[in-house]
């Protein structure tokens, strides 16, 4: 069974700190995924990875920025938090797309900005 | 620019009858779609998908319908149980890209 981790289930930031979301993948699929949810808005992606160091920008990554170092653990980072970006944060990773398999979804990261 | 879209925000169905969730899409390079189910606080969990080759698929009490030409899908989920009630979303990608591209979701109530 895919497993996917998110560090935190619940974090409260200050406006203007760094803030750093930690995602591990445990079946080695080769894409992993970060994105927001929120009501109304439904699952908005930041930004995606289909590989190593390898980094594409999706529908709203202004201020934010990733990391993947390896193969299964991918980072979002909040370069300096702001109150519109309380939300709810979701890893998800997938195999290749040849495969037609689904994402897997982590719990979810309730991040609060004051 | 909204490319998979639900339209009904909200659905309230008795215990023991069908449940049907609609999602419209507007890219018809989309060829895989899939529904997910999430309860609050959770990651969305994976129901059911299909292909494009195909019109339905079942996996137990949920069975997914696709209309390519009125680029429609729906969920149908029966009998419906008090368990069901959750945000479903409908979501959609292309055979070259690895992105998925989601709905707004449809908060569905299964009265007992």
């Known amino acids: ?114 | 620019d909204q490319q998979v879209k639900q339209n009904s925000p909200s659905l309230s169905v008795q215990e023991g009858r069908i449940s049907i969730l609609n999602c419209d899409y507007t890219n018809s390079m989309f060829d895989y779609f899939l529904w997910y189910k999430k309860y609050p606080a959770e990651g969305p969990t994976f129901l059911i998908s299909i292909s494009s080759i195909k019109d339905k698929n079942e996996d137990g009490r949920f069975t997914v319908f696709l209309n390519k030409s009125a680029k429609h899908l729906s969920l149908h989920i029966v009998p419906s149980q008090p368990g069901d009630s959750a945000v479903y979303f409908c979501a959609a990608r292309t055979n070259t890209g690895n992105q998925f591209y989601f709905g707004t979701g449809t908060s569905l109530t299964v009265i007992p």
Request: with cysteine; net charge neutral.
């Open chain 1, 1 to 114: 069974d895919v497993k996917v981790t998110q560090s935190s289930r619940y974090l409260v930031k200050r406006t203007g700190e760094k803030v750093f979301l930690e995602c591990v993948q445990d079946m080695d699929h080769e894409n992993m995924f970060w994105y927001r949810q929120d009501p109304g808005l439904g699952l908005r992606l930041i930004y995606f990875s289909y590989d190593v160091k390898m980094k594409e920008k999706g529908d709203i990554p202004e201020g934010y920025s990733v990391s993947r170092e390896k193969k299964e653990r991918f980072s979002l980072i909040l370069e300096s938090a702001s109150t519109n970006q309380t939300s709810m944060y979701l890893c998800a990773s997938s195999q290749e797309v040849y495969d037609n398999s689904p994402l897997h979804f982590g719990n979810g990261t309730r991040l609060t900005v004051t």
